[in-house]
């Protein structure tokens, strides 16, 4: 246990008030009495601190965090089980100026990684935080490696316990319990967001979830079969780089001005029929054209991946992605360590030799559900929850056809039409965003604190589901900026799913007020 006393030294720095909140963080640890708990250390943190991390794993690239307000920073490792041990661990963050809400942050990949930048966001607005490290520690999936708690906290225990001790762990340091709990997460983390609104519907009254990787051990097989599809460098099937460019750069050619504007961005990629022999050599071979057997090449990337029986194992990437990175000759590492450690135990697993037969066993072997797949999600409707769900159309890792998949899943379990499903679960499709972020549309929405224009709940994603929960006012569509290639700012109001958005054909396209959802 480490208690700072720095008393002294803020008394006359910052003052008394700094002090007694010090005092109070450092008491918290014998004021917290969790199950199968150990307090790690409490410390407290000033406003503007270069916070550091020097048991961090390596792996997980965070080795600091700039925190940018006062907060009581609280580390704790739970048990969850022995031979072989599991544990999580799980940082809370507890700001001095707190608005009254809780936040829990998610993962990514297989990691194994506290995302920190997250939690920082997060107490800048006032939210008591927390995030876990999905019950290991660094990128690697060999922890699961027989260690079945391991894999427990990975499916869904390290999101559901950060949440559950979080809560007290708040309660105890403000001596009330929050108003509103929220969750917020992409990626992996958007996966756990379903997660917790399919099987712990309690946990959060708003959940913020992008790019889900769920329908997870058959994202798995399709990121795997890419390496299947191209083959090593070098070999007839495979694209260069550059040849993946010139696609992209077809595909622009094809399609960008279906909504309206040619500006590099497609808004809906369902109208997008992309015919890659546009771009076959011919009788002259040269590196900017195609052969057939790449045409066929790009052509399987950008269709759905059938399995046995010709069953769907998971849509194609959506027309528009950058498939260079899943096409990159080397196999995808995520699947070779899920195969390995998780399906088949078997270290020496060779990831050549993935095919239809796998596909099938990882998806009947669903350890814990892990394909977070359920589409009832009257838990989260009964008690009045919401769910703000948005992927990026320009995502080159995880599709988002499968985030539309998935919302007309629900709506066909549930039997509820879009205006029904409006009033706790809404889809946007965030045109010409890259994974989570980045990309050459108006990517930024406030999902992450490297990327927003304000906080005003139009234009932030985090402020929005908020409004949404306390005051009822739901968005109608996510308001992004982004920059164009001259480096001029732009923004666009993403639409509501099934909505797209379009060119009115007047105005500055610059302007979300150009353009309309249909
Ligand atoms: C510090 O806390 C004590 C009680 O614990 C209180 O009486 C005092 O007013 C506080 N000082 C400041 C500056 O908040
Ligand atoms: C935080 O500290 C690290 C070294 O520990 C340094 O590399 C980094 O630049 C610092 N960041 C800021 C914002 O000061
Ligand atoms: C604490 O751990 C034990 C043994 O691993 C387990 O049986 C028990 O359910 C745990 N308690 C809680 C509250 O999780
Ligand atoms: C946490 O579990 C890992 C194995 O998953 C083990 O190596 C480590 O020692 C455990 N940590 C503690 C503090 O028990
Ligand atoms: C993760 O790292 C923390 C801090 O170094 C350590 O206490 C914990 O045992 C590690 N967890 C696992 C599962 O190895
Ligand atoms: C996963 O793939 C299997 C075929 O391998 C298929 O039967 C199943 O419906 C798929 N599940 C999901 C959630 O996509």
Request: glycine letters at 12%.
């Amino acid at each position: 246990m480490r208690i700072p006393s720095l008393c002294v030294f803020w008394l006359f720095s910052v003052g008394h008030a700094t002090c007694n909140l010090t005092r109070k963080c450092s008491d918290l640890a014998d004021k917290l009495s969790l199950p199968n708990t150990t307090v790690w250390f409490t410390e407290s943190i000033p406003a503007g601190a270069n916070v550091s991390f020097p048991d961090n794993d390596p792996t997980c690239g965070r080795p600091y965090q700039q925190v940018d307000v006062d907060i009581c920073r609280v580390a704790t490792l739970t048990e969850t089980s022995s031979n072989p041990a599991s544990n999580i661990s799980l940082e809370a963050w507890l700001p001095s100026d707190w608005n009254g809400r809780f936040l829990s942050t998610g993962n990514g990949g297989l990691s194994g990684c506290i995302q920190y930048e997250d939690i920082a966001y997060g107490v800048s607005r006032g939210f008591a935080t927390v995030g876990a490290n999905n019950g290991h520690n660094g990128t690697s999936g060999q922890p699961f490696y027989q260690n079945p708690g391991a894999l427990e906290n990975f499916v869904y225990r390290s999101v559901h316990l950060g949440a559950v001790l979080g809560k007290q762990i708040a309660e105890t340091y403000y001596a009330r319990a929050h108003d509103k709990s929220y969750y917020l997460g992409c990626s992996t983390g958007g996966r756990q967001g379903f997660k917790a609104a399919q099987e712990f519907p309690t946990d959060f009254d708003g959940i913020v979830a992008g790019a889900p990787a769920f329908a997870f051990a058959n994202l798995t097989s399709w990121s795997g079969s890419f390496y299947t599809i191209s083959g090593p460098p070098g070999s007839p099937t495979f694209l260069t780089q550059a040849q993946w460019a010139r696609v992209s750069k077809d595909f622009l050619d094809q399609c960008d001005d279906l909504d309206g504007l040619v500006d590099g961005i497609i808004e809906d990629p369902n109208l997008c029929h992309y015919r890659p022999e546009a771009l076959l050599c011919g009788s002259k071979p040269s590196t900017d054209c195609l052969s057939g057997e790449q045409a066929e090449t790009v052509r399987k990337v950008f269709s759905d991946l059938h399995g046995k029986d010709g069953a769907l194992v998971y849509p194609r990437l959506q027309p528009g992605g950058d498939a260079s990175l899943l096409m990159s000759g080397y196999p995808f590492p995520y699947t070779g360590d899920w195969f390995r450690y998780v399906v088949y135990s078997d270290a020496e697993w060779d990831p050549s030799t993935l095919g239809p037969e796998d596909y099938a066993f990882a998806a009947s072997q669903n350890p814990f559900n892990v394909q977070t797949w359920e589409g009832d999600l009257a838990g989260v409707r009964n008690r009045g929850a919401k769910i703000l769900h948005y992927h990026g159309l320009q995502d080159p890792v995880i599709s988002s056809d499968n985030s539309e998949r998935y919302y007309n899943h629900v709506a066909r379990t549930m039997g509820l039409t879009t205006t029904e499903l409006d009033h706790f679960y809404r889809y946007f499709r965030i045109s010409g965003m890259s994974h989570c972020s980045g990309g050459a549309g108006a990517y930024k929405i406030g999902n992450v604190m490297g990327a927003m224009s304000g906080y005003d709940p139009d234009e932030n994603v985090l402020s929005a589901i908020v409004r949404w929960v306390e005051d009822g006012l739901a968005p109608d569509h996510v308001k992004g900026t982004g920059e164009t290639g001259e480096g001029e700012t732009f923004a666009r109001n993403h639409c509501k799913y099934p909505l797209r958005g379009r060119y009115t054909g007047k105005g500055d396209p610059k302007s979300p007020d150009s353009w309309e959802c249909v």
